[in-house]
C-alpha cells in the first residue's frame, strides 16, 4: 500500500511518513499543490492525506482537479479545526474523510485504513499472534472457536501490544500514541483498560498475558513461555 503526503509543514509531513512507514505503508511526501497534483496524476498510488492549505494551489484544488481527470484514489484531508467551510467544499470536491489537526497517531492511522478499505479490493486486515487474531475491521479479538469484541481503546491497546509481544510497553506511551500528547487523560485510565482486556482474552481462553512489570510497563506475553 503506498500513500502520497502533501503537508507543507516539514515537521508534520516528516512526522507523518515516518508514522505510515513504521505501520508497513510506504509513502511520499510533497509540500505544495502542484507538486501533490504531479505525484497524483501517477496514478500510483492508494491513498491520499492532503492538507487543505498548501502553496501554490489548495488541497480542494488539487482534488477537484484529479476527480476532473477520473482519478479516483481515494483521499482524506488534513484541516485545522477552524476549516469548517473548506470542508464542506472538500466534500463536495470528492474527499473521502477529514481529519482535525491536531490529531492523535492512532486515530490518523485508523482513518488511513479505513480509507484503504474503501478501495475494492479490500481483504480483512488481520493481525496474529500466537494463533490470537485482532481484526482490525470488526475489532474483534479471536482465539480458536471464541471472539470477543473490544472497544475502541481496548482494540488500540491491544494492537499495540500485539505489535510488539515480548517488548514493554510503558503507560505514557499508550498515553501519547492513542490519547494523544496534548490529552489530559491520567495514567489510571490505561490501567482500567488493560483490566478489561485481560478479562477478555481470559474470556475466550487464549494462552496470552498482559504482564505488568513494576516501573515499566505492560507486555504481551506466551503463558506456553511462564
Ligand atoms: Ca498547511
Redesign the pocket.
Known sequence: MCLLVA???PRLRKALIHLLENNKFMADGVATGVDALEYAKTNNYDGMIL?I??PEMDGICVLKTLRNKGITTPVMFLTARTEVEQRVEGLDAGADDYLAKPFSTSELLARVRAMLRRKDNYVPDLLTWNHLVLNRSTYELNYQEETRLLGGKEFQIMEMLMQQPNFIISSEQFLSHIWGWDSNVEVSVVWVHISNLRKKISAIHAPVEIRYIRNAGYLLESRNDL
Open positions: 503537508e507543507d509543514e492538507d492549505m498548501l
